[in-house]
């Protein structure tokens, strides 16, 4: 069966009585070169261990079985339970769970699944849910690569180097855990229903040595959250906001302590940036 084959989904789809959600975000691929291409690019092979989630009807799950040792797909919509059972009969070295990725102990599952494999993690994650679930996938720690299909906008922030319109709070988040390559774009009629924006495939490797010293990771968060949260004023006021035990003063010459201005905006630091200030602040909080 042709997975992206429209005619063949719809008379599957049919057949199974499916009715596509725009609650879950479903959009199922109609080209068939991309699953192909994502599977390729992610650098899966006989070696590793794929997890994927939200499999759909499962052309991107039909590809991971043809390059990996073994699959897992998790899948939170189980009404697609008999199509996915019709779609991936004979993929014996595939295991389908049903259930909530944001629920799944993904640590514990990649131990116990791919045991001596290198594992690897594939998504076409639907836009609504698309941080919680990176986030998830990423501060596992679990996976060589991240390998996502994402809105445009968002892989594009997710990329964005520091001083960029698209830089935020998650691109550092990212960047933080990986190191991300925009593969290539997905357009909207490349899918049915056809979603109004075009989509993008992101690799993220993750890494093996963090980018500088950073002696409290939830205090750096919290750092980068704080400059974040008011973009259009200076970072002394976003971190005053943020941390009430310093006062505005204090900030300031935390920032000079850091060899930056105090009328600098969050915007523009790197990570190395805002590990300074976290690792100062550390310090001062003893």
Same mark, same amino acid.
């Given at each position: 069966?042709?997975?992206?084959?429209?005619?063949?989904?719809?008379?599957?789809?049919?057949?199974?009585?499916?009715?596509?959600?725009?609650?879950?975000?479903?959009?199922?691929?109609?080209?068939?070169?991309?699953?192909?291409?994502?599977?390729?690019?992610?650098?899966?092979?006989?070696?590793?261990?794929?997890?994927?989630?939200?499999?759909?009807?499962?052309?991107?799950?039909?590809?991971?079985?043809?390059?990996?040792?073994?699959?897992?797909?998790?899948?939170?919509d189980r009404t697609l339970q008999p199509v996915l059972a019709?779609?991936?009969?004979?993929?014996?070295?595939?295991?389908?769970?049903?259930?909530?990725?944001?629920?799944?102990?993904?640590?514990?599952?990649?131990?116990?699944?791919?045991?001596?494999?290198?594992?690897?993690?594939?998504?076409?994650?639907?836009?609504?849910?698309?941080?919680?679930?990176? @986030?998830?996938?990423? &501060?596992?720690?679990?996976? *060589?690569?991240?390998?996502?299909? +994402?809105?445009?906008?968002? =892989? !594009? %922030?997710?990329?964005?180097?520091?001083?960029?319109?698209?830089?935020?709070?998650?691109?550092?988040f990212c960047q933080y855990y990986?190191?991300?390559?925009?593969?290539?774009?997905?357009?909207?009629?490349?899918?049915?229903?056809?979603?109004?924006?075009?989509?993008?495939?992101?690799?993220?490797?993750?890494?093996? @040595?963090?980018?500088? &010293?950073?002696?409290?990771? *939830?205090?750096?968060?919290?750092? +980068?959250?704080?400059?974040? =949260? !008011? %973009?259009?004023?200076?970072?002394?006021?976003?971190?005053?906001?943020?941390?009430?035990?310093?006062?505005?003063?204090?900030?300031?010459?935390?920032?000079?302590?850091?060899?930056?201005?105090?009328?600098?905006?969050?915007?523009?630091?790197?990570?190395?940036?805002?590990?300074?200030?976290?690792?100062?602040?550390?310090?001062?909080?003893?």
């Amino acid at each position: 069966m042709d997975l992206c084959n429209i005619n063949e989904i719809k008379a599957l789809l049919e057949r199974h009585g499916f009715h596509f959600s725009k609650a879950k975000g479903q959009n199922f691929l109609t080209d068939a070169s991309v699953p192909r291409r994502i599977a390729e690019e992610a650098g899966i092979d006989e070696s590793c261990g794929a997890l994927e989630v939200g499999p759909g009807i499962g052309p991107l799950t039909q590809q991971l079985c043809l390059h990996a040792k073994k699959v897992v797909a998790v899948e939170v919509d189980r009404t697609l339970q008999p199509v996915l059972a019709e779609t991936m009969a004979g993929n014996e070295n595939l295991e389908i769970i049903f259930g909530d990725i944001l629920k799944t102990d993904i640590q514990k599952l990649v131990t116990e699944e791919f045991a001596g494999l290198r594992p690897m993690a594939c998504a076409n994650l639907p836009y609504y849910i698309t941080t919680p679930v990176l @986030a998830a996938l990423l &501060e596992s720690r679990c996976f *060589e690569a991240v390998t996502v299909m +994402v809105q445009k906008e968002v =892989a !594009q %922030r997710i990329c964005s180097p520091a001083g960029k319109g698209d830089y935020g709070a998650f691109s550092v988040f990212c960047q933080y855990y990986a190191e991300p390559e925009l593969l290539f774009d997905v357009p909207p009629h490349c899918f049915i229903p056809q979603p109004k924006v075009t989509s993008s495939v992101l690799k993220l490797t993750m890494r093996k @040595a963090p980018v500088c &010293e950073i002696k409290n990771e *939830e205090l750096f968060f919290r750092v +980068v959250r704080a400059s974040f =949260a !008011q %973009r259009r004023k200076t970072l002394v006021n976003g971190l005053s906001a943020g941390f009430g035990e310093f006062s505005k003063d204090q900030i300031a010459q935390i920032l000079t302590d850091c060899g930056l201005c105090p009328t600098v905006r969050g915007e523009t630091l790197d990570i190395p940036g805002f590990a300074s200030i976290a690792n100062r602040m550390a310090e001062l909080l003893g």
